[in-house]
């Protein structure tokens, strides 16, 4: 189901990639299996990698443990953020050498459950290229280079999602909104963009 939902109206459109829009409010249990699938704490490096040729750097992941986790390793579970019990950080510069975000891969110490990649810019024009050279080669390595192949009606890309996301940002009076994303893949796929006093965040989430 591809559902874009602008309060109170809700339109739906049955596609085989499924999408959701959502204003956000400012206001499953774990399965030990989903340990043993899916991406793991070494494939930063083939986000290194790729990025690099776009001259994004990605630093090298640094592991967090203690009570500060929770600022860079925390996941939407049953209406509920949830915090894992390990947690790796890399800083991103964008082409111009220039700080804009980072990218955390938690879960245990074994594997991780979820990645969130956070990138803050003055305006949500500011750095369009290189947030979706970010974002598209964080799906396409921790999830799958599969978006063609599901078929999407409505979006032929990544990035004629997060540009349909902006969009409705934009439509909304730039008030913080959550797209989501089912059925690609095995992950549940986030995205979020939120105003603060100076800049735009926008975060992507990834979970098994």
């Known amino acids: 189901m591809n559902k874009l939902i602008i309060i109170p109206i809700i339109v739906g459109i049955v596609i085989i990639i499924s999408t959701?829009?959502?204003?956000?409010?400012?206001?499953?249990?774990?399965?030990?299996?989903?340990y043993e699938t899916g991406?793991?704490?070494y494939d930063i490096e083939i986000i290194q990698n790729i990025l690099a040729e776009q001259n994004i750097l990605v630093s090298a992941p640094?592991?967090?443990t203690d009570?500060?986790?929770?600022?860079?390793?925390?996941f939407p579970e049953n209406g509920l953020l949830k915090t894992v019990e390990y947690c790796t950080t890399t800083a991103v510069l964008d082409s111009q050498g220039n700080a804009l975000g980072n990218i955390n891969i938690g879960g245990d110490v074994k594997s991780p459950i979820m990645a969130v990649a956070n990138l803050e810019t003055s305006t949500l024009e500011s750095n369009r290229s290189d947030v979706f050279a970010v974002f598209e080669t964080t799906i396409e390595t921790l999830v799958c280079d599969?978006?063609?192949?599901?078929?999407?009606?409505?979006?032929?890309?990544?990035?004629?999602?997060?540009?349909?996301?902006?969009?409705?940002y934009s439509d909304s009076g730039e008030r913080n909104i959550k797209s989501k994303i089912d059925n690609l893949g095995s992950s549940k796929i986030f995205l979020e963009i939120t105003s603060k006093d100076n800049s735009i965040l926008q975060t992507l989430i990834i979970l098994k």
């Open 62 to 64: 640094s592991a967090i």
């Open 67 to 74: 009570h500060t986790i929770s600022e860079y390793c925390t």
């Open 20 to 34: 959701s829009f959502l204003l956000v409010d400012d206001d499953s249990s774990t399965s030990p299996s989903i």
């Open 39 to 41: 991406f793991t704490y």
């Open 146 to 168: 599969c978006w063609e192949a599901k078929q999407s009606e409505d979006y032929e890309s990544i990035s004629s999602w997060l540009e349909a996301a902006h969009a409705f």
